[in-house]
């Protein structure tokens, strides 16, 4: 009988030693990499985090590119016992600078553009590079010739493998510190229930600086044996240059609604392919319909967040409804739950808590926002509101600090925002309270028009008039060209309330 894997790396290891020669990645413009070529990788990059005076424990922050080789430090860095921080590329020497000061990493690595920047920041801090490429830059000069044997950290299931700072948009980012079993149980869990083999091929265009593309695309490919084509970015044309060889894509919503205006979608393009995943942000109704019209397939959609991994999905035989993100994954315990941490009814609209394996272990160095985050029999407050059907399964309503409270009735911006997205000539919209004189907020509106479609605000209003109560009707209407995201696609509702925070006065 198999025993259980000492921790996260010893769990990889174990499938890369039952397939040493089986491909691992497909890199376009370079040779591939086996399984037995990715793990002697690891070891060398190992012996330089070693060299570098790193330990079990310590911190190696990462704001690199993605690359072959960035998969091997992260690989790296699990068999060392460090702590992998990776970091957004497009954080500011700012943001950096705080992230440096609040993990107080042994070793950044970054790349050689960015290294002046880091040691202008932190002075006394080790710095090595990594190309653009992968090929460059002092970390691989330094692993090549390194010994491809390396004595595995002596750490366990409960030792902390990452930590994923969170985007920070409402104040100060906090630092999730993920574990080993954090990682395996859900990579675990999410291979079974996708039904991922060693004959799957991913094709990953997600960045690996965050829990979609690092924990969720990388860590079940490997669980499983299966290959990944990494892909630089997401890029239509490379999409399709690989999409035969592949059996499963990842994405977020952004990914589906831009392959959907390429006339290379299609039943034929897509009719050797397994599933279509989407994550990292809600899924418009309108977008799986026109995929599975377009297609053949209806996109798998999944619920996660950086401090749970992923928490529930639509199930992969079943009905994929769209608007829902599917029932609790396996060992998960998902509760509505009223402000004081009570159970609702089914169908009652309340926050979303989260018990499991999957569950972050607390915000680095922040115990008290840990507590105030956690009920007191052991449930995560994510901070999103939903409700739950009595067979289970959830739909997600919004984010508790999106909540308008207009004239004292409380209004959830995704029932007027699948309202809007209706309405022809609408691509996409979101709603959002306001300061106002005289109701608190006002419930705003915030539109992308289809190219060539020329709405008023007028029109919008009437149709809604009749579909949704008074207090719940937009006073206003406003038109932009694009709605403010983040790397994953995220609506950046703050943004939106920034800009147009003066919209009805002062408040």
Not at 89 to 96: F, K, L, N, R
Not at 152 to 160: C, T
Not at 169 to 190: P, Y
């Amino acid at each position: 009988m198999q025993t259980t894997p000492r921790n996260f790396f010893d769990a990889i290891a174990r499938v890369a030693a039952a397939r040493p020669d089986a491909t691992f990645l497909l890199l376009p413009g370079r040779a591939s990499a086996s399984f037995r070529d990715t793990m002697a990788a690891a070891c060398r990059f190992a012996h330089v985090l070693a060299d570098a005076g790193v330990r079990p424990g310590d911190r190696v922050m990462v704001q690199a590119g993605k690359n072959a080789e960035a998969i091997f430090l992260y690989l790296a860095c699990l068999r060392a016992g460090a702590v992998y921080v990776p970091l957004n590329t497009a954080y500011t020497p700012a943001e950096v600078s705080y992230f440096i000061g609040d993990a107080e990493p042994k070793l950044f690595v970054t790349t050689p553009a960015g290294r002046e920047r880091v040691a202008a920041i932190a002075p006394g801090l080790t710095v090595l590079t990594l190309s653009d490429d992968g090929q460059g830059g002092t970390l691989p000069e330094q692993a090549a010739g390194q010994s491809t044997v390396f004595p595995d950290a002596d750490v366990g299931m409960n030792d902390l493998a990452s930590i994923l700072y969170t985007s920070g948009t409402t104040g100060r980012s906090k630092g999730a510190m993920l574990s080993h079993g954090n990682l395996w149980s859900n990579a675990e869990t999410l291979r079974d229930i996708w039904h991922f083999t060693d004959k799957d091929v991913l094709l990953h265009a997600l960045p690996i600086f965050h829990i979609h593309g690092l924990f969720v695309a990388t860590n079940v490919s490997l669980l499983a044996g299966a290959k990944m084509v990494l892909l630089p970015k997401f890029e239509p044309d490379a999409i399709f240059e690989w999409l035969p060889q592949a059996t499963v894509l990842m994405g977020v919503p952004t990914f589906y609604t831009r392959l959907l205006q390429d006339p290379r979608l299609s039943r034929e393009t897509t009719g050797h392919m397994r599933l279509f995943i989407s994550g990292s942000a809600p899924l418009l109704a309108e977008t799986h319909r026109q995929w599975q019209a377009r297609t053949g397939h209806a996109i798998l959609e999944r619920y996660g967040m950086t401090e749970t991994n992923m928490i529930a999905s639509n199930p992969y035989e079943g009905d994929r409804v769209p608007g829902s993100v599917g029932y609790a994954l396996p060992g998960v315990s998902v509760r509505i739950a009223d402000d004081a941490g009570s159970p609702l009814p089914p169908g009652a609209v309340g926050m979303i808590e989260v018990r499991g394996p999957n569950v972050f272990q607390g915000y680095w160095r922040m115990p008290d926002k840990t507590k105030e985050e956690f009920r007191k029999d052991g449930f995560f407050i994510t901070g999103d509101l939903g409700t739950q059907e009595p067979d289970g399964r959830i739909r997600i309503v919004g984010r508790g600090k999106d909540l308008i409270i207009t004239g004292g009735f409380n209004v959830y911006p995704k029932e007027i925002e699948s309202l809007i997205d209706e309405i022809a000539g609408v691509s996409e919209s979101a709603v959002i309270g306001l300061p106002h004189d005289d109701f608190g907020e006002g419930v705003t509106a915030v539109c992308v028009c289809e190219k060539g479609a020329a709405l008023t605000e007028q029109q919008v209003l009437a149709a809604l008039r009749d579909r949704l109560a008074k207090f719940k009707q937009p006073k206003r209407v406003l038109f932009v060209d694009d709605l403010p995201r983040n790397t994953m696609g995220k609506v950046q509702k703050n943004l939106l309330r920034d800009i147009y925070r003066d919209l009805y006065g002062k408040g």
